[in-house]
Nanobody, 125 residues
């Protein structure tokens, strides 16, 4: 079993930056493909970014490309999401997820078997 805890969310003005962190605990002896998703009220959960087990491969959602960077530090069991040039439409609950079976990040939330509780990001105009 793996537990994921997100932090770093908050209120920021449009054009600002935030860095989210996701710390994994539990059965972290094996690394996992990790991803961030987000969900705004009334909308489906959306893929934001993903990273492979050792961080050599990344993937990004079309709406955030060029503004967001995902990275990981396996020694600290932590995945980061650096978000720059934030827009009001980035407002959502951001969730960290882990896929214990895949190596590369997958854009479908269905393949991820561990999820954090989420952290709220609000971008004001």
């Amino acid at each position: 079993q793996v537990q994921l805890v997100e932090s770093g969310g908050g209120l920021v003005q449009a054009g600002g930056s935030l860095r989210l962190s996701c710390v994994a605990s539990g059965r972290t002896g094996s690394t996992y493909a990790m991803a961030w998703f987000r969900q705004a009220p009334g909308k489906e959960r959306e893929f934001v970014a993903g990273i492979s087990r050792i961080g050599t491969s990344t993937a990004y959602g079309d709406s955030v490309k060029g503004r967001i960077t995902i990275s990981r530090d396996n020694a600290k069991n932590t995945v980061y999401l650096q978000m720059n040039s934030l827009k009001p439409e980035d407002t959502a609950v951001y969730y960290c997820s882990a896929d214990s079976r895949g190596y590369y990040p997958n854009k479908s939330p269905a393949v991820y078997n561990y999820w954090g509780q989420g952290t709220q990001v609000t971008v004001s105009s």
